[in-house]
């Protein structure tokens, strides 16, 4: 008792001679102090609002008018992977074959931008197809065959951990004379505002050096360490994150495919769609691309001509077309949504929903009388490493709680790889609006931050593609698949209603401080 009186005099003579020094410091001096500190948050909240809010670089945030294609030039893919009743992996992907034959057939160029082309394999040693080199590989060979094809190939920076490590396969393609393009992402905006401001001002001037560094690799567990400057650039949690490719044909006309899938090793067994068409419509992704490589400092020359749209009336049955990037993509099912009644009907398969407004819009549309079913990842697998279910279990939780099951969901049953699938489908009366491609429905997706580029579609229910796209969706709901097969399972399977990981969702989503 002696001691702990003796130990409360020397704390109460401590704090007295701290609140004497404190009190003997000049006024203006803690004036000073005060200013600089203010300064320094005004200068943080400044650069963080400035460059969230920063007008969108050319090529960016693009809505193209809606063109008619003759339903036989509209082509509905899309690769599967599930088990079979002794958990033995199948497959039906067709994807990468079609992307294959549009490099084959290109006459004059080729244009492709896909966020992730390396073959890092994170912690999983398992690999379906060599994807990167595959896609490196056919497009050197269409160059040595056809030396005057001009090919622009675009991507993400994260393929060389943003300058720390060398990517033999892109080195590969500079090297056989095809134009390499790293998206130059400072002049996007930035949606991790709590981060970003400091890495504007301290970290981005940095140089960075690709002979390795100090820091384990993110992307592999092989030796192969990388640089702090690495690590800090992969924490502003930006990037080009499209996937497509457009080529001319022997007859002229132009085709592209747009899509939800890498060209990536470890993500070679995902799930994923796409849709290839041909048509004038082409030339606009074109032109979006090569504004995003003038941007990031090309200064080629590309061949490509202005193409006439088709003139001809439109038939009521021909898909309808439309080119969507970035903050556009989130206006087509939002209004459509937004538009449903009673007798409608919104599906939706996607590897992460998290965004606010489709959110609410979609518990609007059941409220209703609009059917609403989801087909989400379970975020549990990432290249070999577990994930928690944030966002989509929380999520998923709050739309079925909210909307007292109207809502209904489902889980894609993975195996290590991912439902990687964004595909949007929405019935109403006769017709069917459709979008997919890059954007998951996530706040960076969907927010004008990421790159991204989609196709909407709107066509009859009554025809083929329609069929195709519904009938893909059914399937998975019903688990149609061969004896033994299940590709998704119930709502209650990754149920997870604790509140602690629902709000930290909300944090993460509304402050960026995610990879979603």
């Not at 390795?212 to 993110?218: C, K, T, V, W």
């Not at 009673?342 to 992460?352: L, N, R, S, T």
Request: hydrophobic share 40%.
């Amino acid at each position: 008792m002696h001691s702990a009186l003796e130990l409360l005099h020397v704390a109460h003579h401590n704090n007295a001679m701290s609140s004497s020094t404190e009190d003997a410091t000049p006024p203006h001096a803690r004036v000073r102090r005060q200013l600089v500190l203010l300064s320094l948050l005004a200068w943080w909240i400044a650069v963080g609002v400035w460059h969230s809010v920063k007008p969108m670089p050319p090529g960016t945030n693009v809505a193209t008018e809606a063109a008619a294609v003759p339903a036989e030039d509209v082509q509905f893919l899309y690769d599967l992977t599930y088990a079979d009743a002794h958990g033995r992996p199948l497959r039906e992907h067709s994807i990468f074959d079609e992307v294959a034959r549009i490099i084959d057939g290109a006459q004059r160029f080729i244009v492709a931008d896909f966020f992730l082309v390396n073959d890092l394999m994170g912690a999983t040693s398992q690999t379906h197809r060599p994807l990167s080199r595959e896609i490196a590989e056919a497009l050197i060979a269409r160059k040595k065959a056809r030396p005057e094809l001009a090919v622009l190939f675009i991507t993400d920076p994260i393929n060389e951990i943003y300058g720390g490590m060398s990517a033999p396969f892109l080195d590969a393609m500079r090297r056989a004379g095809i134009d390499v393009v790293l998206t130059d992402l400072t002049v996007l905006r930035d949606s991790n505002f709590v981060y970003s401001p400091l890495w504007r001002t301290f970290v981005q001037w940095w140089s960075n050096s690709k002979s390795g560094g100090l820091l384990p690799n993110p992307f592999t567990t092989e030796p192969a360490p990388v640089t702090l400057r690495s690590w800090l650039a992969l924490l502003n949690f930006k990037a080009n994150h499209r996937k497509l490719i457009v080529a001319d044909r022997a007859d002229s006309s132009l085709v592209a495919l747009v899509t939800s899938a890498n060209p990536h090793d470890a993500s070679s067994a995902h799930s994923n769609v796409a849709v290839r068409f041909i048509g004038p419509l082409a030339e606009q992704i074109v032109r979006s691309e090569i504004s995003i490589a003038r941007f990031s400092g090309w200064q080629g020359t590309f061949p490509v001509r202005t193409m006439q749209a088709d003139s001809s009336p439109r038939d009521h049955d021909a898909p309808q077309v439309q080119f969507l990037t970035e903050g556009a993509i989130r206006e087509h099912p939002l209004e459509q949504i937004r538009a449903c009644g009673p007798g409608d009907a919104v599906d939706i398969a996607v590897f992460y929903l998290s965004d606010r407004a489709i959110i609410e819009a979609l518990l609007d549309a059941a409220a209703r009388e609009t059917t609403v079913r989801l087909i989400l990842d379970p975020n549990r697998d990432a290249f070999g490493r577990r994930k928690d279910g944030v966002p989509n279990r929380p999520i998923a939780n709050e739309l079925v709680t909210r909307s007292n099951g109207k809502i209904q969901v489902r889980w894609y049953r993975t195996h290590g790889e991912q439902f990687h699938t964004k595909l949007v489908l929405i019935r109403r009366g006769d017709r069917l609006h459709a979008s997919l491609g890059s954007a998951n429905l996530t706040r960076r997706n969907l927010a004008n931050y990421n790159l991204e580029a989609n196709i909407a579609v709107t066509t009859s229910v009554d025809t083929p593609l329609a069929g195709e796209m519904l009938g893909y969706f059914e399937r998975l709901w019903n688990s149609d698949g061969p004896p033994g097969t299940e590709f998704t399972a119930s709502f209650e399977t990754f149920k997870d209603d604790r509140r602690g990981r629902y709000w930290r969702y909300r944090l993460m989503e509304a402050t960026g401080l995610s990879t979603f």
